[in-house]
T-cell receptor
Framework: DAKTTQPTSMDCAEGRAANLPCNHS???????VYWYRQIHSQGPQYIIH???NNETNEMASLIITEDRKSSTLILPHATLRDTAVYYC????????????FGTGTSLTVIP | GAVVSQHPSWVICKSGTSVKIECRSL??????MFWYRQFPKQSLMLMAT?????????EQGVEKDKFLINHASLTLSTLTVTSAHPEDSSFYIC???????????FGPGTRLTVL
């Protein structure tokens, strides 16, 4: 079963930062936080992952709270192409690594 | 890098026939591959995990005799839906992970419609 809770939907104005929260209060010490997004009728796209520290790549930033019970994905300048369902997943690293998807957040970027 | 392909993209078949879906990692060796199913307006549901050269591990409630998974090489896994019925109509998605990575990279999905 999914171990994460996300808001069902969010809107964001084009050009503004989109902040997507995720609650994972039962996360274990060896579990990573992963973020993926899925545009309609396509396979999920990897965005970013982290264990303890905040992470940043060309797509997004991941902020993980100190107690690791929640995280926020930040898309710094949202575009219309960022409209998608965003999934937050917690899973161990190379060992096991099964992904159990929750319902995700449907992000709509508004012109 | 980290490209995963699926074939076919979509397939329509008659009830009672079997359908094979291929999943390939194009630029890395996938020691582990995963198969998911997604019904309309629902999230992805993990069906099974397969390690190269080993039998697949199926999630609870997934019939292993109906959904045959073969992971014979480090770049190819196949899912065969045997004796397909209309309720098997769904979007089937595979993902792959390399030996050193922790990310999964997903294929584009295969839309199966059983008439």
């Amino acid at each position: 079963d999914a171990k994460t809770t996300q808001p069902t939907s969010m809107d964001c104005a084009e050009g503004r930062a989109a902040n997507l929260p995720c609650n994972h209060s039962t996360i274990s010490g060896n579990e990573y936080v992963y973020w993926y997004r899925q545009i309609h009728s396509q396979g999920p796209q990897y965005i970013i992952h982290g264990l303890k520290n905040n992470e940043t790549n060309e797509m997004a930033s991941l902020i993980i709270t100190e107690d690791r019970k929640s995280s926020t994905l930040i898309l710094p300048h949202a575009t219309l192409r960022d409209t998608a369902v965003y999934y937050c997943i917690v899973s161990p690293g190379p060992t096991g690594n099964q992904f159990y998807f929750g319902t995700g957040t449907s992000l709509t970027v508004i012109p | 890098g980290a490209v995963v392909s699926q074939h076919p993209s979509w397939v329509i078949c008659k009830s009672g026939t079997s359908v094979k879906i291929e999943c390939r990692s194009l630029d890395f060796q996938a020691t582990t591959m995963f198969w998911y199913r997604q019904f309309p307006k629902q999230s992805l549901m993990l069906m099974a995990t397969s390690n190269e050269g080993s039998k697949a591990t199926y999630e609870q409630g997934v019939e292993k005799d109906k959904f045959l998974i073969n992971h014979a090489s480090l770049t190819l896994s196949t899912l065969t839906v045997t004796s397909a019925h209309p309720e098997d109509s769904s979007f089937y998605i595979c993902s792959a992970r390399g030996a050193r990575g922790v990310e999964q990279f997903f294929g584009p999905g295969t839309r199966l419609t059983v008439l």
